[in-house]
Nanobody, 117 residues
Framework: QVQVVESGGGSVQPGESLRLSCAAS????????MEWYRQSPGRQREWVAQ???????YYADSVKGRFTLSGDVEEKTVYLEMNNLKVEGTAVYYC???????????WGRGTQVTVSS
């Protein structure tokens, strides 16, 4: 059974940082990219960032310059370093793994990030 597991969420004050982790199980093969999404209460899930197997990185305008991806898609583990967090960053953060070979998207269950003073 494929598993995608996020970790690293927590409660911080505005301006502080968190690092999220996403790890995919070994039976996910030929991962093309891994992405982060977030969903706040009452809002639609929104795309945050993507890292590809070729190490290309893409970010939503709302997080560009504050969030940074790292890790290795081929190693099935990536990280999202979130700096200067804002109150509007409060959300459940989800990791999605895409495998064209398996023609599937695999989602984790999410990790809660709360930013408040």
């Amino acid at each position: 059974q494929v598993q995608v597991v996020e970790s690293g969420g927590g409660s911080v004050q505005p301006g502080e940082s968190l690092r999220l982790s996403c790890a995919a199980s070994e039976n996910v093969i030929n991962i093309n990219y891994m992405e982060w999404y977030r969903q706040s209460p009452g809002r639609q899930r929104e795309w945050v960032a993507q890292i590809t197997s070729r190490r290309r990185e893409y970010y939503a305008d709302s997080v560009k310059g504050r969030f940074t991806l790292s890790g290795d898609v081929e190693e099935k583990t990536v990280y999202l370093e979130m700096n200067n967090l804002k109150v509007e960053g409060t959300a459940v953060y989800y990791c999605k793994v895409r495998s064209f070979r398996q023609n599937s998207d695999y989602w984790g269950r999410g990790t809660q990030v709360t930013v408040s003073s």
